[in-house]
């Protein structure tokens, strides 16, 4: 699969034990115009793996996100596309979009569409919105939905996306929304080192957070890149400090998070001691000259532009070595687990594991349970599916470049696809020996295409190193699923939606949050960070923790 990198097809729905892009959404009334409800559709079993068929069919409208890449084959629109064809066929549903908007503007147009309370029969919300439509009475509560007709498959996805997804979307006890579930997992921090610097200047694997700081170190003041010249850097930071979230949770800090503390008290990761101690750590660096003097003003992307002209040879980053082959193709870099201060195991942060929200089932419509059908729908020809055919049918279509998966109404992103993919190729790179025709059969076909490339860089038909990167042995993959088969996840304890005071002052904290953390890292007094806590809680901050932790109370979510 293209276009979605961290989404794409994977085979089974757990993996070694531990393992279980907008696009939009609808359920159309079936009242007719006169408001003469009809005789409920009969279901017979025609269906695919035995999936209840509409006899007659029933209509289900919802929205969706225009995308950047094609979607839609050559004659095909929003509402009459493979995936729009095969559940009218198969299923009896027929859906139609009533539009299709950038993903910038959907929040507004559905903000809109609630405040109008012309609503569609499907469509995804974010906790704010859902809030807001259960408030209205305008959807249908789902808990007895999900229990009754949600598939094995459906709940195995939602299941590894964590707990906490579907308490996101219970309010008062009621699950009121179906949890698009996400990548966050997948995307938490990986360490990346050119290796070829590393191996030059004889320095050891990063295992511990000492490690990585000399390191650093090395990278910066021994030369690596031959020059004669110190214009090397050790380890890159954005001015977003979003590089620097692995760096923070190796020294056991969380930053923009909520954490638990004693007696299931949630915190505010930002303002805890162990922060301190990390841009403390920063701060050394930078004065030494290992950090970008100008980190301040550079995006991420002029970060890797600094790659890219061979003066940065560590950064932290996610499960890909996409962005850091485009900048040194002929340079690897590694995979490397966040390594950690002291002997306490490092925690890798992430947030709420949905993608853009949940999908919402308009009130009174007589098929809340469609959307699971469709989901199941899209977990099978997704993940599960084996067959070539159907994976260009419904998946990716290589010959025209159509990310035909984009079409299907209802989605659910498994967790840990990619890094899935790893541990499914493990075995027979392990062995050295290709898989069997029976075990070649077994895999889906994007693992078949990846254990294709990770052969041809191998024996030097292709000198692209981004797959195996990934999904080679030791590759961002095996460290994700380290992360997963050690208990290294972390996930944000506060899920529910903006708190009052939130609402009011969080814009305002999160500006002198990063005002602080920036001028402490270029030199300012260590000690400004305790002024910045203090500001903090005066400012909000107390309220604001206040009220999580009254949240976390009434919904026991103190982790």
Known sequence: MRGAKGCGSGRRLLAHGAMAAIVCLGLAGCADEAGIKPEAPIVDRAGPHGQAKYNPPIELTTVGTSQGVPVYGEGDDMNDN?????????????????????????????????ASGDIPDFFIVNLTQLAQLQRADLIE?????????????????????GPEVLEAARIHG???????????KESVPVLWLREDWRLKLGLPKPETMDDLLRIAERFAAGDPDGNGRRDTYGLGLDKNLGMAIGFFNGFHAYKGTWISRAAGRLAYGSIQPEMKFALGRLRDMYLAGQIDEEFGIKETAKVYDTMGSGRL?????????????????????????????GSEKT??????????????????????EAILRMADEFVDKFYTNTKDEVYKRFNYDIDT???VWMQAPVKLYKSYKNAEISAHLEPFLTRGTPPTETERAALTPEEREKYGQIQDYLTGRSTDWTVIARNGLAGGGTVIMDYVRNGQMLPNRFYGSPTKTMAQRQINLSKLEEDAFTKIIMGA???????????????????????????????????
């Open 82 to 114: 493979e995936w729009t064809r095969y559940l009218r066929d198969n299923l009896g549903i027929i859906v139609r979009k009533r539009w299709e908007a950038p993903g910038d503007q959907v929040e507004q147009k559905t903000n809109q569409m609630i």
């Open 141 to 161: 509560p789902l808990t007895a939905v999900y229990a009754q007709h949600a598939s094995p498959a459906v709940r195995a996805v939602i299941e590894q996306a």
């Open 174 to 184: 009621e699950l009121m929304g179906i949890p698009f579930t996400g990548v966050a």
């Open 313 to 341: 040879g560590m950064a932290f980053g996610t499960i890909s070595a996409t962005s850091f082959y485009q900048q040194t193709p002929d340079s690897r870099w590694f995979a490397y687990a966040v390594p950690s201060y």
């Open 347 to 368: 925690m890798v942060q992430h947030g709420l594991n949905v993608v853009t929200g949940f999908w919402v089932v308009k009130k009174g419509n007589p098929h809340p």
């Open 401 to 403: 470049r159509t990310s």
């Open 525 to 559: 007094p260590l000690d400004d960070f305790d002024r910045f806590v203090e500001d903090w809680k005066r400012l909000g901050g107390d309220e604001i923790t206040k009220e999580v932790n009254e949240w976390a109370n009434t919904n026991n979510a103190g982790g």
